[in-house]
């Protein structure tokens, strides 16, 4: 029962909302009923990102993935439902380094995500980038940037190039609660504003800044008001719900369409694993992590609906998991066969 990947973004840019919303936390969108077909489609894109996040975890034990290593399970319906509100291939996405998810939704191909993993020839960096650094222009994906923040200027950037170019094209920009708190993004937030950029500011707030709680980091811990003193419109979205996420984002980009500037969405999600491979995370209780997987795991709730629905048997979803655990397999099977990049590799890529 395999499902086409297709171009899920709309066209069209409904009318924003008021200039009165600019300057306090505005409302938040309506939860849409997907139709089958979006059902089907974020289903097995959150299935896909999951399966090889796992598989990227079990590589990483074996010692085949090398460094930092920061998966995505449990985040999975922020990247979807994003994806869904944007035009796949035009707009532009950039995040931090937790991006695996990210590229997979762009399109970007699962070999050659796996193969940079594992350091080899076939990686989208050639092997040299790793987990942290990897970027696709034909997907219009910029990365996967190591240092906390530092995509938040460079998603600006690239939002600053769309009014330049009248282009039509928004940029979504993701960081995390910890990034929020970087100096950068409000220097980002102000331009962003006083030149009403295509950006939406994406915070995927998983309560926790590496170990630390965002009740013991952040004195403002609504991120959605952040821009306030920008006079920039912000709103909370249940990130664990894949229609929320879609919702707001076609809010926050019809908004960056018609020329009103930038808008940001704090997403609360949770992150099932440590912040990255290294960390145990003993700064939370196993009760607290499987309470969230038993009562709001995103890809279970898209199953049940399916299935409530008739849209999907268990037959189905099984054979959609078999699909999607063969890609995944055969990502990690290319990936070790792959040769590793030539030492004169070494000396490419660099500016003298």
């Known amino acids: 029962m395999a499902v ?7 066209k069209s840019a409904p009318a924003a909302g008021r200039k009165t919303a600019a300057v306090k936390s505005a409302r938040p969108a309506t939860v849409d009923n997907f139709s089958k077909e979006q059902e089907l489609f974020a289903y097995r894109e959150m299935l896909l990102i999951r399966r090889f996040e796992e598989k990227a975890g079990q590589m990483y034990g074996m ?8 998966l995505y399970i449990g985040q999975e319906a922020v990247v979807v439902g994003m994806q869904m509100a944007i035009r796949t291939g035009e707009d532009q996405t950039i995040t931090s380094y937790r991006d695996h998810g990210h590229m997979l939704v762009a399109g970007m191909d ?12 076939s990686g989208y960096s050639h092997g040299k980038g790793g987990s942290m650094h990897m ?8 990365g996967g940037n190591g240092i906390v923040g530092a995509q938040v200027s460079l998603g600006t950037g690239l939002a600053f190039a769309n009014r330049y170019r009248k282009n039509d094209q928004v940029c979504l920009t993701y960081f995390g609660d910890g990034a929020a708190n970087q100096g950068q993004v409000y220097e980002s937030f102000n331009m962003a504003q006083l030149w009403k950029l295509p950006v939406v500011y994406v915070i995927e707030n998983n309560r926790y800044a590496m170990g630390t709680s965002v009740s013991r980091s952040s004195a403002q811990t609504d991120f959605s008001r952040r821009g306030v003193s920008f006079g920039i419109p912000g709103e909370k979205v249940d990130g664990m719900d894949v229609r929320a996420v879609k919702a707001a984002g076609d809010k926050a980009v019809a908004w ?4 009103k500037g930038p808008y940001i969405l704090e997403i609360e999600t949770y992150r099932y694993r440590g912040h990255s491979m290294s960390d145990p995370a003993k700064y939370r209780s196993k009760d607290e992590v499987q309470k969230m997987r038993n009562e709001h795991d995103p890809i279970e709730q898209v199953r049940a609906r399916l299935l409530e629905k008739g849209w999907a048997t268990e037959d189905d979803l099984k054979k959609f ?32």
């Open 256 to 259: 960056c369409r018609a020329g």
């Open 110 to 121: 699962p070999n050659g995500v796996m193969a940079e993993l594992t350091g080899r020839r």
């Open 63 to 70: 010692g085949l993935i090398g460094g930092f290593c920061h």
């Open 321 to 352: 998991d078999a699909e999607v655990r063969e890609i995944v397999n055969n990502a990690a099977e290319f990936a070790t066969n792959d040769p590793e990049p030539d030492v004169s590799e070494l000396w490419t890529d660099i500016v003298k």
């Open 135 to 142: 970027f696709s222009i034909e997907k219009q994906f910029f």
């Open 4 to 10: 086409a990947k297709a171009k899920v973004g709309s």
